[in-house]
């Protein structure tokens, strides 16, 4: 053999080799990565910026702050008083800490005679770990044995001043929590929080002479008003879509497939549906991921919830992608299972000048689930408001608004109509009947914005404040000021 | 025989006062709340009314003071729980708190609503007259209100955090889950 040609067949080898290489390098710098959820996207983010993250402290805030001032009057905190649950908060981290610490369960007869004195009860909307709540806020409960799984909620009654009693939601149970630790400063909160200026709320078997203790507040003065919001995302909005994509898909963008379909819906798939984005027309983003064979760890409750709030930190953020500013807060959490796999799913809500916004349709701003150090889904409808129109709601003058005890009045009938549509049927012969059957099923009466996708046929555009009335998962939106039905009504948790 | 003669005009006295009380009430108009000589430890209270048909109300709400030496006083009532104490209460003046506010229902159902602030301990009586269009009284209800000062109003009892008396069964089962858990 020449020596010409065998150079020329070295030559050959090496490219092969080379070749090879290549190929086995793509290899496993695509494989699936452990560190999907908190990869730092590229250029969607300045490298200068710091990404701003809610602590997990923040987001989880009772839903509900109820005080009982005794003989019927009572009051819901608003979130701008939180500062009373910070306050309760620490004098209870006090009173755990003690030595002598006692936990005994109660019943719930007895947990509503407690609170039926003038008291103090905040509810989540979830259960929390109680141990690993306990940890995650610093506080030391010095007990032999702490029989108590889950923390749903927690109260504070003036008729037994040495005591806290705790509410296990998942398990229906009460426990009653006593140490020598002086807890005279809770009543300083409730005597605080009367002599401030205060929504009254009283049981509706106050009202209606009925037979349900749901708190209804008498007609309020409010500043909020119909407010016009935009997507966050459109369609046509291409740089805007391959920079949040690439948030998702990382190094791999170059190698992902674009779907246009002929309804708007953008659809970005990874592999053979590995990874999936999915940008709607209506500005509702959803992301999907298999968990795939790759090695499972479970997470505790907390690991989850920072994995999720890593996770919307990165990919989308936590304002709008336009930069409207508002305030998160978890609003749901439960366990699931997928594939036999354990994990969480969040959803978070955001808060419009104290006040809760709720998506029509049983819909959701941002929810996330969480299996193992895994994410495998996450949606997204943030909505985008002008940030000068967010901070002039503080300046709107007080409006009068409808007295809930009218619109359950005028929208009865309306109501039952909707809570037979979804197999509530609402016995009765005469409208007296069908009023107070229904009255008798409301579980919860609040104040939020609703986004509704249309009225009376026509794509709004806007949020309008409203009087939200729940019956189980059942939300019903009536117009603040005219008691108009607002949409139809939805199952399945309400706000975003 | 005097004093069973005396006794018999007092239950009559207390009878025929009650039914004047009760004779021209509206069976279309009810006070929700306050019940019939209630007692709260407020400084507030939440008056309702509802109203089974389209028509006119007003609503007074006044408190009860009586007439020493001249002067109108508010009633002690930390001493009084009886319904007949209250009934035999003389030289009575009615104060308005709130005077005459006309509520018009144009529906078979709606409901008067007001949250009253600011009272003090005394004994107060809301009335609500049904009217016609002209102004003319058809029917009136009388409710009265005793309210105590929040630092009166009874404490826990002590039985309220007493250990439940537990069944046999409860025990039992209590026991294996001691040992084998949930």
Redesign the interface.
């Known amino acids: 053999m020449t020596r010409p040609i065998q150079i020329e067949r070295v030559k050959t080898i090496f490219i092969v080799v080379l070749f090879l290489m290549t190929i086995l390098l793509l290899y496993f710098s695509w494989k699936d990565s452990f560190l999907v959820g908190i990869k730092i996207p590229i250029d969607f983010l300045s490298q200068e910026e710091t990404i701003p993250l809610p602590f997990s402290e923040d987001l989880i805030k009772p839903n509900e702050i109820m005080v009982n ?5 009572h009051t819901i905190v608003a979130r701008k008083d939180y500062k009373y649950w910070d306050a309760f908060v620490l004098s209870v981290s006090e009173f755990l800490n003690r030595e002598n610490l006692t936990i ?1 369960e ?2 719930k007869n ?1 947990f509503d ?2 609170t039926g ?1 003038r008291s103090i009860f905040a509810k989540f909307d979830y259960d929390l770990p109680f141990k690993d709540t306990l940890a995650q806020l610093d506080i030391q409960a010095n007990a032999n044995n702490i029989p108590i799984e889950m923390f749903t909620g927690i109260a504070y ?1 003036t ?2 001043q040495d ?1 806290i009693i705790i509410y296990d939601g998942k398990n229906q149970k009460y426990y ?1 929590l006593v140490s020598d630790y002086d807890l005279t400063a809770l009543n300083t909160i409730i005597d605080d929080i009367e002599n401030n200026s205060f929504d ?1 709320y ?1 049981p509706m078997r ?4 009925l037979d349900n203790s749901t708190l209804m507040p ?1 007609s309020v003065k409010t500043e909020m008003k119909e407010i016009a919001y935009g997507k966050e995302i459109n369609y046509y909005e291409t740089e805007k879509i391959v920079k949040l994509a690439q948030t998702f898909f990382g190094e791999g963008f170059d190698f992902v497939r674009k779907i246009t379909e002929s309804s708007g819906t953008t659809i970005y798939m990874y592999g053979y549906g590995q990874k999936i984005l999915i940008l709607n027309k209506d500005g509702a983003i959803e992301y999907k991921e298999e968990l795939g064979e790759a090695s499972y760890s479970a997470l505790s409750y907390f690991d989850s919830l920072n994995l999720a709030v890593n996770f919307i930190g990165t990919h989308g953020s936590w304002e709008s992608l336009n930069g409207t500013k508002l305030t998160p807060y978890l609003k749901d959490a439960e366990p699931i299972i997928i594939d036999n796999k354990s994990g969480y799913r969040f959803i978070f809500g955001v808060i419009i000048n104290d006040h809760p916004l709720y998506l029509d349709g049983g819909k959701q701003t941002l929810s996330v689930e969480v299996i193992g150090n895994r994410i495998a889904n996450y949606k997204r409808q943030m909505l985008d408001i002008s940030q000068n129109t967010l901070d002039s709601l503080t300046n709107e003058p007080l409006r009068q608004t409808m ?1 809930p ?2 619109i359950l ?2 929208n009865h009938m309306e109501m039952k109509t909707v809570l037979n549509a979804a197999g509530i049927i609402i016995p009765g012969t005469t ?2 009947d069908f ?1 107070e059957n229904t009255s008798v099923l409301i579980d919860e009466i609040k104040m939020g914005y609703v986004k509704t996708d249309e009225m009376d046929g026509i794509q709004t555009g806007k949020v309008y404040p409203a009087w939200i009335f729940r019956v189980g998962d059942i939300y019903m939106y009536f117009d603040i000021f005219s008691g108009k039905l607002l949409s139809n009504p939805n199952q399945g948790p309400g706000g975003v | 025989m005097k004093k069973y003669v005396f006794a018999i005009v007092l239950i009559m006295i207390m009878l025929i006062s009650t039914s004047i009380a009760f004779a021209d009430t509206d069976p279309n108009v ?1 006070v ?2 306050p019940d019939q000589y209630g007692t ?3 400084d ?3 008056v ?1 009314v ?1 109203i ?1 048909e389209p028509k006119t109300i007003k609503v007074a709400f006044y408190e009860e003071k009586q007439i020493k030496n001249g002067v109108a006083v508010a009633i002690n009532v930390n001493n009084i729980n009886e319904q007949l104490d209250l009934a035999e209460l003389k030289d009575l003046t009615s104060e308005p708190v709130y005077d005459k506010e006309t509520f018009v229902s144009t ?5 008067y ?1 007001k ?1 009253v602030e600011g009272i003090t301990p005394g004994l107060y009586r809301l009335r609500v007259d049904t009217v016609d269009s002209g102004g003319k009284i058809l029917f009136t209800s009388n409710t009265h209100l005793i309210v105590k000062d ?1 630092s009166l ?1 009874p ?2 009892e002590e039985s ?2 007493k ?2 008396q537990l069944t046999t069964m409860q025990i039992l089962q209590n026991f294996f889950k001691n040992i084998f858990g949930n």
């Open positions: 001032f005794g003989s019927d009057a005994t109660i019943t007895q005679e407690a004195y009654s008729a037994i005591s009653r009254p009283f106050v009202f209606l002479g008498i007295d005890i009218n009045t005028d409208e007296t009023f | 009810i929700v709340n709260i430890y407020s507030s209270l939440l309702s509802k089974l529906n078979k159902l709606s409901f609503t949250r929040k109003e404490a826990a309220l955090f250990a439940p």
